[in-house]
Nanobody, 127 residues
């Protein structure tokens, strides 16, 4: 079992920045590919970014490429999402997810592959 607790959401003006964190506890954090997804009202959960077990490889949705940066600190069992140049269309609940990746398969952009989820944190970007 892995428990994930997300934090860092809030209200920000367009063009601003936020950093989300997701702290993991339970099994060995470095065995998991970590991802961020988001879900806006009335829409399906969509992929944002994921990061390999070591942190050397990252993968982004086209909609956030160049604006968001995913990173991880395996010593702290935490994954981050730095969000810059935020737009109103980035408004959503953001979820972190973990998928066991012993074989090293990467990237993992499909939410149904993920084994564990955090509780979600609201990000609201005003125009």
């Amino acid at each position: 079992q892995v428990q994930l607790v997300g934090s860092g959401g809030g209200l920000v003006q367009a063009g601003g920045s936020l950093r989300l964190s997701c702290a993991a506890s339970g099994r060995t954090f470095s065995l998991y590919v970590m991802g961020w997804f988001r879900q806006a009202p009335g829409k399906e959960r969509e992929f944002v970014a994921c990061i390999s077990r070591s942190g050397r490889n990252t993968y982004y949705a086209d909609s956030v490429k160049g604006r968001f940066t995913i990173s991880r600190d395996n010593a702290k069992s935490t994954v981050y999402l730095q969000m810059n140049s935020l737009k109103p269309e980035d408004t959503a609940v953001y979820f972190c997810g973990a998928v066991l990746a012993v074989g090293g398969t990467f990237p993992r952009p499909s939410y149904d592959e993920y084994d564990y989820w955090g509780q979600g944190t609201q990000v609201t970007v005003s125009s």
